[in-house]
C-alpha cells in the first residue's frame, strides 16, 4: 500500500466510529492528521492516543460542520504548514429517529438535512478551491446503502444520503480535468454510535439493530476509504458499497437465533 507520508488529510466526524477509524488508519501511513468534531475532549483524546501509538502530526479542530461561517473560518484560518489539505473525507453525519414521514419530526429532519447534506457542502466549498488551484486531491464521501435503496421510516434520513450520492457524482463532473478526484465509500450495517444516536440514547433498542449477525466494524469502513486514497494518481475509485455478509439489502439480512 502507498504510503502517505506527509499529506494532510482532513476527517470530519473524526471523534468516534468511522471517522475515529479512519483517522487511525491514515496515521498508520504516516498521513498527518486535521480532526474535526464538535467534541473537542473525545478529539484531544483522540489525537493522543494515535501520536502516541504512530508518532505523526495530529492537530483538532473543534467544529459543528452545520456552522457555515465557523467551517469557512477554521479552513481558512489554518496556519501555513497545515493549509494544503490533499485528502478530505466528509464522514459527519448522523441519523434521528425512525418515524413514518408524516409522524415524523421537524428538529430531526433539521438535523439530518444540516449535517448530512448541508455540512458535507460547506466543507466542501472551503477546502476544494485550493485543491483545484494546486490540481491535487481527493475527496471522500461516506455515503451508505440508504443512498442507493429507500427502506421503511427511513425517509428523510435517506434522502440525504441519497443526496450525498448525487453530490458526489456533481463533484466528479466539475473537477473533470482538475486532477482532483472524487470517491464514496457506502457501508451497510455498521455498529458505531449511529443506532444509539438515532434513537436518543435508547441503548436496548440500539443493540437490537445488530442482534444476531456480525455488521461491520468501523476499521472494516475505513479499510475501504484508505484503499481509496493509496490508488496511483490516475485511478479513481468512484463508488464502494461494503456490506456485512449478512445483509443483502438495506432491508434483508439472516439473524442468527
Not at 52 to 60: D, Y
Not at 85 to 102: E, F, T, W, Y
Not at 222 to 227: P, T
Not at 241 to 252: C, D, E, F, N, S
Amino acid at each position: 500500500m502507498h504510503s502517505l507520508n506527509g499529506r494532510a488529510v482532513l476527517i470530519t466526524g473524526a471523534s468516534s466510529g468511522i471517522g475515529a477509524a479512519c483517522a487511525y488508519a491514515f496515521a498508520a501511513l504516516d498521513a498527518r492528521l486535521l480532526l474535526a468534531a464538535r467534541r473537542r475532549d473525545r478529539l484531544e483524546q483522540l489525537a493522543a492516543a494515535i501520536y502516541a501509538r504512530h508518532g505523526v502530526e495530529v492537530r483538532t479542530l473543534a467544529l459543528d460542520v452545520r456552522d457555515q461561517p465557523a467551517v469557512e473560518a477554521a479552513i481558512n484560518g489554518l496556519p501555513t504548514a497545515w493549509a494544503v489539505i490533499d485528502i478530505l473525507v466528509n464522514n459527519a453525519g448522523l441519523s434521528r429517529g425512525l418515524d413514518k414521514l408524516h409522524e415524523g419530526k421537524l428538529a430531526d429532519w433539521e438535523e439530518m438535512i444540516d449535517t448530512n447534506i448541508k455540512g458535507l457542502l460547506y466543507v466542501s466549498r472551503a477546502v476544494i478551491p485550493g485543491m483545484v488551484t494546486r490540481r491535487r486531491g481527493h475527496i471522500i464521501n461516506i455515503g451508505s446503502i440508504a443512498g442507493h435503496q429507500v427502506y421503511p421510516s427511513g425517509n428523510v434520513y435517506s434522502a440525504t444520503k441519497h443526496a450525498v450520492a448525487a453530490l458526489t457524482q456533481g463533484m466528479r463532473m466539475d473537477l473533470l480535468g482538475s486532477e482532483v478526484r472524487v470517491s464514496t465509500v457506502d457501508p451497510g450495517m455498521v455498529e458505531t454510535e449511529f443506532s444509539l444516536v438515532r434513537f436518543r440514547g435508547d441503548e436496548p433498542r440500539a443493540a437490537k439493530v445488530y442482534q444476531g449477525l456480525t455488521p461491520l466494524a468501523p476499521e472494516d469502513v475505513a479499510d475501504a476509504v484508505v484503499y481509496c486514497a493509496t490508488r496511483p494518481a490516475h485511478v479513481n475509485i468512484n463508488e464502494i458499497i461494503i456490506m456485512p455478509t449478512a445483509q443483502a439489502t438495506a432491508t434483508l439480512a439472516v439473524r442468527k437465533p
